[in-house]
């Protein structure tokens, strides 16, 4: 399976010049899935596929630059990942730690800022420093901007979006006609980012799963059977090349785009 997986990479190699660099999605955002089954398919713990995954997140994030994507979204940990085997919790928020202060250097070398978005007051004191160091040691890098969701619920996010205007119509701050999409937007995690064009899943599950509700409603939507930890950049550039492949209409019809 290794082999025809290697193969395969080297043949979609090529993909990269296929790209047309004038429509590249300036934000992409990933379900990184699969990491657990990756290492039972491998006969390992499943901590061995979260530390697995680490790889492809890096090349990635490289990739995702190199073709002048602006933010990349991974969705690292949502608060439904609370619920899983303490041991692996526990693990993953070690890992966290671990990962991002060996991809500091990575990270300035390409120069890609990292952002977060979700309630990071629930993480571990270790893991919460970890990232609001990395967070500081990049906020000067301009090329693109990494984005981790972390005990991330877009659910949880709209409601507290929702309280949020709420409470300053109760207070008189805006009245109720002012309530729109652009200030319900501005209330989201996600306020300075734009919308993702382009969602990927791996793993071959076939779900949003509480991920970017709001913000993904006129993404693309790509899912691959691959999973995560074999996630590489010609599977990326394979999904930026169906993306391209795609009408995005937004609610015209094709004669439309073609007379704009």
């Known amino acids: 399976m290794a082999q025809i997986r290697f193969e395969y990479i080297f ?8 790209i047309d660099f ?11 899935d699969g990491n657990g089954r990756w290492a039972k398919s491998h006969g390992m713990p499943r901590v061995v596929g979260h530390k697995t995954g680490v790889s492809s997140v890096r090349e990635v994030s490289e990739a995702c630059a ?10 690292t940990f949502s608060t439904e990942n609370w619920n899983r085997p303490i041991t692996e919790v526990n693990a ?11 991809e500091i250097k990575t990270l300035n070398k390409n120069n890609i800022k990292l952002k977060t978005i979700g309630d990071l007051s629930q993480l571990p004191e270790r893991s919460r420093k970890a990232l609001l160091e990395g967070i500081e040691q990049t906020k000067n890098n301009t090329r693109m901007t990494l984005v981790l969701a972390l005990n991330y619920s877009s659910r949880l996010e709209i409601v507290n979006a929702a309280r949020q205007i709420a409470e300053k119509v109760a207070k008189g701050l805006i009245q109720p006609d002012q309530v729109n999409e652009a200030l319900f937007t501005d209330h989201l995690h996600t306020f300075d980012i734009p919308d993702p064009e382009l969602l990927i899943r791996t793993s071959g599950e076939l779900r949003i799963s509480n991920y970017l509700l709001w913000q993904i409603a006129y993404a693309e939507l790509y899912f691959t059977d691959v999973f995560w930890p074999d996630f590489r950049k010609a599977d990326l550039h394979q999904a930026i090349l169906e993306y391209q492949n795609r009408e995005r209409r937004f609610g015209k019809i094709s004669e439309q785009l073609v007379n704009t």
Do not use: F, N, S, W
């Open 11 to 18: 043949l979609m190699d090529g993909l990269r010049d296929k």
């Open 22 to 32: 004038d429509k590249i999605p300036q934000h992409v955002a990933i379900i990184m």
């Open 66 to 75: 190199e073709l002048g994507v602006k933010y990349l979204t991974l969705y």
């Open 92 to 102: 993953l928020m070690a890992l966290l730690v671990e990962t991002i202060k060996h």
